[in-house]
């Protein structure tokens, strides 16, 4: 069956260092994969897309990897801030039945950056 | 440039009651997606719209759930004779098209069934 996991345990960090977070997937074959923020009480949003041929991602204290070999993408936080704390989301993209696709997501991890 | 926009931001209904959730996506996005969370759980997929179409709906219950998306107006989506597990936050997200430049959320519908 088709899963998405990502660590289920919040993940503590200390201000100015880099935070990483994994997202795995299995019997899935998706064209990209996306990174979300949610806060508590809002709705998620989108922060990085990366297509299944591209490696590696950046944008300003984000880099995303993907490697399609061991169905894994890792997100990372450089230089984080209390304000980065929340909720953060792995989404792939898949074909329905239908043969249109969308996106199903991960449980998401939770960051907490201490100051 | 209004987001996509969700009303109402919570709703209470009694058991037995109807349930309706409004989402207006976002301009220029013809996409519709709507999205179940509970709470510590991740977002579940529950069915995919265009103007007047439904495209996929595999995610929805077969009993009580149903949407739109008509020509003018938000989509609707709408639980029958709801029940406690009903009760959870409901997102609804659009793109222009199928999803590759990420999806856009409202903040969602928190639905209290009592």
């Known amino acids: 069956s088709q899963k998405i996991e990502q660590n289920s345990e919040a993940l503590n960090i200390q201000e100015g260092k880099t935070a990483t977070l994994t997202c795995n997937y299995t019997n899935y074959s998706p064209a990209y994969l996306q990174w979300y923020r949610q806060d508590p009480g809002r709705g998620p949003v989108f922060l990085l897309l990366i297509r299944e041929n591209e490696k590696e991602k950046r944008k300003e204290r984000l880099k995303v990897t993907f490697d399609t070999t061991l169905k894994q993408s890792l997100f990372h936080i450089t230089a984080s801030q209390p304000a980065d704390s929340a909720t953060y989301l792995c989404?792939?993209?898949?074909?329905?039945?239908?043969?249109?696709?969308?996106?199903?997501f991960g449980s998401g991890t939770r960051l907490q950056v201490q100051p | 440039n209004a987001g996509v926009m969700q009303n109402p931001r919570h709703l209470v209904r009694r058991r037995g009651q109807e349930a309706r959730l409004r989402c207006s996506p976002m301009k220029g996005h013809s996409h519709v997606y709507w999205y179940r969370q509970l709470p510590e759980e991740g977002l579940k997929f529950m069915v995919y719209?265009?103007?007047?179409?439904?495209?996929?709906e595999s995610g929805m219950p077969k009993e009580r759930f149903s949407a739109e998306f008509p020509k003018e107006g938000p989509s609707i989506l709408r639980i029958q004779q709801v029940v406690r597990g009903d009760s959870a936050a409901y997102f609804c997200?659009?793109?222009?098209?199928?999803?590759?430049?990420?999806?856009?959320f409202g903040s969602g519908t928190r639905l209290t069934v009592v």
């Open positions: 989404a792939l993209d898949y074909s329905m039945d239908t043969g249109r696709r969308a996106l199903t």
């Open positions: 719209l265009q103007k007047e179409n439904i495209i996929d």
């Open positions: 997200a659009s793109s222009p098209g199928q999803g590759a430049d990420g999806y856009t």
